[in-house]
Antibody, heavy 121, light 110 residues
Framework: QVQLQESGSGLVKPSETLSLTCAVS?????????WGWIRQPPGKGLEWIGS???????YYNPSLKSRVTISVDMSKNQFSLKLSSVTAADTAVYFC??????????????WGQGTMVTVSS | QSVLTQPPSVSAAPGQKVTISCSGS????????VSWYQQLPGTAPKLLIY???KRPSGIPDRLSVSKSGTSATLGITGLQTGDEADYYC???????????FGGGTKLTVL
């Protein structure tokens, strides 16, 4: 069964760069799918950050595009998120997820457990 | 605010039926499939419905979806206390080239 596990710094200073990694188990990223990042500020709803295909092609939320970079490392079977110039508004639980279909961007049926990132000095 | 609009909360008694609406536009729900998620406190969202009416394995048929134009509705019959959760709709927005979600609806089973 495919499993996703987020890791990275749980505390980031304002104006710095948030970095997270999602390790994929029991499925090779190189086989396909758009691998996504979604976040959820405390007490608020879900916000899609972006997705990456195994080929490296990316789609980003227009509201975050200028600050987001998603990359894939097939040798480690993981993909990563970098969000620059963070502010307190970027404090959230960050999830990585995989859609139900190999050519889909949406309908995420496999999720990581999520990791809390706090932006604070 | 969210691209898709959901009511903040709904409630019903155990055993009853409840519906949760999700409203969008022609660039999202009007031309793309809707998905629905359930999120229990402190956990990741769980996909309940995708492609308008398909259920992943293990999702009971107490859940149903209707879709018309730029709106969709999730229905849950035979409500149980375990159904208390936040529910989100989602879809692809062709104009934004982005995945969009509703703001979420908190279901209370009285």
């Amino acid at each position: 069964q495919v499993q996703l596990q987020e890791s990275g710094s749980g505390l980031v200073k304002p104006s710095e760069t948030l970095s997270l990694t999602c390790a994929v188990s029991d499925y090779s990223i190189s086989s396909g799918y758009y691998w996504g990042w979604i976040r959820q500020p405390p007490g608020k709803g879900l916000e899609w950050i972006g997705s990456i295909y195994h080929s490296g092609s990316t789609y980003y939320n227009p509201s975050l595009k200028s600050r987001v970079t998603i990359s894939v490392d097939m040798s480690k079977n993981q993909f990563s998120l970098k969000l620059s110039s963070v502010t307190a508004a970027d404090t959230a639980v960050y999830f990585c997820a995989r859609p139900v279909g190999a050519t889909r961007h949406d309908a995420f049926d496999i999720w990581g457990q999520g990791t809390m990132v706090t932006v604070s000095s | 605010q969210s691209v898709l609009t959901q009511p903040p909360s709904v409630s019903a008694a155990p055993g009853q039926k409840v519906t949760i609406s999700c409203s969008g536009s022609s660039s999202n729900l009007g031309n793309n499939y809707v998905s629905w998620y359930q999120q229990l406190p402190g956990t990741a969202p769980k996909l309940l419905i995708y492609d308008n009416n398909k259920r992943p394995s293990g999702i009971p048929d107490r859940l149903s979806v209707s879709k018309s134009g730029t709106s969709a509705t999730l229905g849950i019959t035979g409500l149980q206390t375990g159904d208390e959760a936040d529910y989100y709709c989602g879809t692809w927005d062709s104009s934004l080239s982005a995945v969009v979600f509703g703001g979420g609806t908190k279901l209370t089973v009285l």
